[in-house]
């Protein structure tokens, strides 16, 4: 998907997937699920150790990157975590350190925390009943004597349950905020959700009349909507990052099967009509990871053009790799279909994604206005 650019980066992705085989593989994913959890606090801890949540954070604030390219990098970790649907919350934490870092100021012990894997923070940006609508919160803020008050229902917080602190956007005198407020602040209920997938937990959270103090505010309003652009590039690049790492393996190990399996005396992959689906698949994943690539790509470089780059990444990618890999569970036949194979594990995360941060028919509209907005430039 990205293209390891030095024998730096190569290292560092090596070592994230070494690690993941050994720490996290498809056989935890599954005792996790038995157990209902959703990740080890401790195993994060130990992934934070190898610079994950320190990929977008500047060296100012204690972060950094191999490469100097902190989006590249961390895409590289995405990929390799969804070669074995890794648990963890390397998604939410680096979603809410890209608006930090942006307006880190009465932030960095929250940056630092973070970067440490001592603490999992989440973005509380989704409304209950809604789709996905960033910029129309449902969750108030009002102004205080000491600072503000929060009052509203967030959904889909992803870790919520796990968190000890979360991002929440709010609208505060008619303009869109962002505030830092603990998950274990007076007023705030924590209903935690499972999801499709089997270790990724969500949360509906509540906030009663929640008080947090002036500094919890990110950014001033005039920035807020930057961020919380930015931010979104960051979560819809890392799920499709993700996903190009799971059709890599799963298209992997089904064309093995191909080979290894035989009907009639001959080997699957010898027959004509298999052969044309797997070019198929082979087009389609090469697609994804072009369009993915070029999203990080922009992405990384901050242009102009990276919301487009992105929302055509989310839209082909979304719309995609579901199809995918139900083309892979029917060329293994029978057994593709049983809870033992591992292809509903696959199936399961990338479903799941394809409904976050936007469908690809959100995405298909995005794209759309942005190309008039361009026109009429």
Not at 38 to 63: H, T
Request: glycine residues 8%.
């Amino acid at each position: 998907m990205t293209d390891a650019a030095n024998p730096e980066q190569m290292l560092f992705a090596s070592t994230a997937q070494a690690f993941l085989e050994k720490e996290a593989p498809l056989s935890r994913v599954r005792e996790l699920h038995e157990q209902g959890i959703s990740f080890e606090p401790d195993w994060w801890r130990r992934a934070a150790e190898l610079g994950w949540a320190s990929l977008l954070v500047p060296e100012a604030l204690g972060g950094g990157s191999v490469s100097g390219d902190g989006v590249a990098d961390l895409a590289l970790v995405a990929e390799q975590a969804g070669k074995t649907v890794a648990p963890g919350p390397l998604h939410p934490v680096s979603t809410v350190l890209a608006g930090l870092v942006e307006a880190p100021e009465n932030h960095e012990a929250t940056i630092e925390s973070l970067v440490s894997g001592e603490s999992v923070a989440s973005w509380a940006v989704y409304e209950p009943g809604k789709p996905w609508s960033p910029l129309d919160p449902g969750v108030t803020a009002t102004p205080t004597a000491t600072g503000y008050r929060l009052d509203g229902v967030k959904d889909r917080v992803e870790a919520g349950d796990q968190c000890s602190v979360f991002l929440v956007v709010a609208r505060c005198d008619g303009a869109v905020r962002q505030f830092l407020v603990p998950a274990d602040a007076h007023g705030v209920e924590v209903q935690a959700r499972r999801s499709i997938d089997l270790v990724k937990r969500y949360a509906t959270v509540r906030l009663d009349d929640v008080e947090v103090d002036e500094s919890a505010a990110v950014g001033t309003a005039a920035q807020t909507a930057a961020l919380v652009d930015r931010q979104s590039q960051i979560a819809v690049m890392l799920q499709c990052a993700e996903v190009v790492g799971i059709l890599d393996t799963v298209l992997g190990f089904t064309i093995q099967w191909a080979f290894d399996r035989h009907s009639f005396g001959r080997p699957l992959a010898s027959y004509q009509a298999l052969k044309h689906r797997y070019a198929d698949l082979k087009i389609w994943f090469e697609a994804c990871r072009a369009t993915t690539r070029a999203a990080v790509t922009e992405v990384s470089k901050r242009s102009p053009s990276a919301d487009m780059a992105v929302s055509v990444a989310k839209s082909y990618v979304g719309e995609r790799a579901p199809g995918m890999l139900q083309d892979c569970i029917q060329l293994h036949g029978g057994i593709g279909v049983t809870w033992e194979h591992d292809l509903h594990l696959y199936l399961r995360r990338v479903t799941l994604y394809r409904s976050m941060f936007g469908t690809p028919e959100d995405h298909n509209l995005r794209v759309y206005a942005l190309t008039e907005q361009r026109k009429s430039a």
